[in-house]
């Protein structure tokens, strides 16, 4: 079965520049998490939506961040205008409902600000 | 909040060995999860093993066993007959019950298998 996937794997873009980040969840799965990997702060969970409803986006640093569930198998996140402290790995996840759900995690993009 | 901590930033041992990564947790609830992931160089987000903290039974997958101390707020992961694959950042997570279904993540430990 394929996993999650994620596009593109990295992405380099001057600063002020609209980034889109792409996830294709897991069949059959219905919750979808955006998770942010820093150095300084480590993982970081920034959105989660279920059954394509926004649930808790308490960890999206700012207006500039967005995310949409346009249907039950993909979700966007998109920064606009980017910001070199932007610059994280950014993972999505999915799970079947239930917190005792395993989160399977795509791969990441890496995304650079310059 | 509830906060994870692994106090372990990074660890090295001798293949074969086995090794104890460890993790400590806070929170004032009485039902919730604890995971272990692992991230190799691949980057890659992979699940070790989980625990439901209403279970007694300490967790175990082949060669990942963990030591769940409820009391104690302690979720130890132990990796015997280590392999150089097992080379990664080793994350502990938590959710609650309860609230947002969130993993809240510790900052991870390095761990590298020497040949």
């Known amino acids: 079965d394929a996993g999650v996937i994620q596009s593109p794997r990295h992405e380099v873009t001057e600063m002020g520049q609209e980034v889109t980040l792409r996830c294709k969840l897991i069949?059959?799965?219905?919750?979808l998490f955006w998770y942010r990997q820093t150095m300084m702060r480590g993982l970081e969970l920034l959105i989660y939506f279920n059954n394509n409803v926004p649930i808790d986006d308490s960890g999206m640093p700012e207006d500039r961040f967005s995310a949409k569930m346009p249907n039950a198998s993909f979700s966007t996140l998109k920064i606009q205008p980017s910001e070199p402290r932007d610059s994280a790995v950014y993972f999505c996840?999915?799970?079947?409902?239930?917190?005792?759900?395993?989160?399977?995690f795509g791969d990441g993009t890496r995304l650079s600000i310059l | 909040a509830q906060t994870v901590t692994q106090s372990q930033p990074e660890m090295s041992v001798q293949e074969a060995e086995t090794v104890t990564l460890s993790c400590t947790y806070d929170t004032s609830e009485n039902n919730y999860y604890l995971f272990w992931y692992k991230q190799p160089p691949s980057r890659q987000m992979i699940l070790v093993i989980r625990?439901?903290?209403?279970?007694?039974q300490n967790a175990t997958e082949n060669r990942f066993s963990v030591n769940f101390q409820k009391a104690a707020k302690s979720f130890s992961l132990k990796i015997s007959d280590s392999q150089l694959g097992d080379t990664a950042m080793y994350f502990c997570?938590?959710?609650?019950?309860?609230?947002?279904?969130?993993?809240?993540f510790g900052q991870g430990t390095r761990l590298t298998i020497n040949p």
């Open positions: 996840a999915s799970s079947f409902p239930g917190r005792n759900q395993p989160q399977h």
């Open positions: 069949s059959g799965h219905n919750s």
């Open positions: 625990q439901e903290a209403y279970k007694q």
């Open positions: 997570a938590f959710m609650t019950e309860g609230g947002a279904q969130k993993l809240v």
